[in-house]
């Protein structure tokens, strides 16, 4: 079945440096959703992306959509501690009308002050 | 305020009995999806509900059953509580494209 996997699973930065999680799917994906979800807590609504090659900024988080529609990318510019908790990528199956998503494992960052 | 409102927030329960937990989606949302986070995992998808059918399914056993009222609220309930049961139950409404889900803070299972 379709697969969505999440590079690295963790990732350790001092604050004021650059963070980066890379998305990537077994198959081409309509769309691609990214969440956060703080220790401890529900996984939040960051975005969504739709067309081939799109890019979209929110402050210092600037996320990517692949040109193949399979890979996804989330870059983070001079971290801080708020930055903290797990990010994960989400899409729907091919073909999937319903709003099922399916997750990667998600990326875990820290921040050290 | 997450706006999907799930209880309880914490539930212990023993091997072999059964579960039901509660969601009740934000106000003018009428789809409702269950979603089981395993710890240091990614949410995997149960079910999903709309206007009172489950419309699809999850890679999950019979043993995961749900419900949805005239108002949009939800009942997940589980049946011959496993172990590996153990996770956070988040529900999720969605208000149409492009906005995401918004989920709810979760009920934490403990299977003992």
């Known amino acids: 079945g379709q697969q969505v996997m999440q590079i690295p699973q963790y990732q350790h930065v001092q604050e004021g440096e650059d963070f980066t999680t890379y998305c990537n799917s077994s198959?081409?994906?309509?769309?691609i959703q990214w969440y956060k979800q703080r220790p401890g807590g529900h996984p939040v609504f960051l975005i969504q992306?739709?067309?081939?090659?799109e890019v979209k900024k929110q402050k210092r988080l600037t996320f990517q959509f692949g040109e193949a529609k399979k890979n996804s990318s989330l870059h983070i510019t001079a971290t801080q501690t708020t930055d903290v908790g797990t990010y994960f990528c989400?899409?729907?199956?091919?073909?999937?009308?319903?709003?099922?998503?399916?997750f990667g494992q998600g990326t875990t960052l820290q921040v050290k002050p | 305020d997450a706006g999907v409102t799930q209880s309880p927030t914490h539930l212990i329960k023993t091997r072999g009995q059964q579960v039901t937990l509660r969601c009740s989606p934000k106000?003018?949302?009428?789809?409702v999806s269950w979603y089981q986070q395993a710890l240091g995992q990614g949410p995997q998808f149960i079910f999903q509900?709309?206007?009172?059918?489950?419309?699809q399914r999850g890679n999950f056993p019979d043993r995961f059953s749900g419900h949805q009222f005239p108002n949009y609220s939800s009942e997940l309930n589980v049946n011959a509580l496993l172990l590996g049961d153990s996770a956070l139950y988040l529900c999720?409404?969605?208000?149409?494209?492009?906005?995401?889900?918004?989920f709810g803070s979760g009920t934490r299972l403990t299977v003992v």
């Open positions: 989400a899409g729907p199956p091919r073909a999937s009308n319903t709003g099922k998503l399916i």
């Open positions: 198959t081409t994906l309509s769309n």
């Open positions: 999720a409404s969605d208000p149409g494209q492009g906005l995401g889900y918004t």
């Open positions: 992306l739709v067309k081939s090659g």
């Open positions: 509900y709309y206007e009172e059918e489950e419309r």
């Open positions: 106000s003018g949302h009428d789809t």
